[in-house]
């Protein structure tokens, strides 16, 4: 999933607000040092994820049939893989 630099910075920032609104922990950081940091983990998450969405695309792709993408087949197969390809990078 791609999404804008503004999008990532937002949502870090949800993620700070509550977090810091749950009262069950204390920063031992300062809020923008913290809020970087949510940032840069939300940003490694998403380009693990491109990077299994990529590999999945791949695999459907070395198939000797072309399957459209969007097509039921090609759900039920990226979904299946998506799986797979997670379970063997140990993130399931």
């Known amino acids: 999933m791609r999404l804008s630099e503004d999008k990532i910075t937002h949502l870090s ?45 791949n695999k459907i792709r070395s198939y000797s049939r072309n399957i459209q993408e969007g097509s039921p087949e090609w759900d039920v197969l990226f979904h299946k893989h998506y799986q797979e390809e997670l379970s063997r990078r140990g993130k399931s």
Not at 14 to 28: K, P, R
């Open 13 to 57: 920032h949800v993620v700070f607000d509550a977090l810091s609104g749950s009262g069950g922990f204390e920063l031992l950081v300062d809020d923008a040092k913290a809020r970087r940091e949510i940032k840069a983990m939300i940003t490694r998450w998403l380009s693990k994820e491109e990077e299994v969405e990529e590999a999945v695309r």
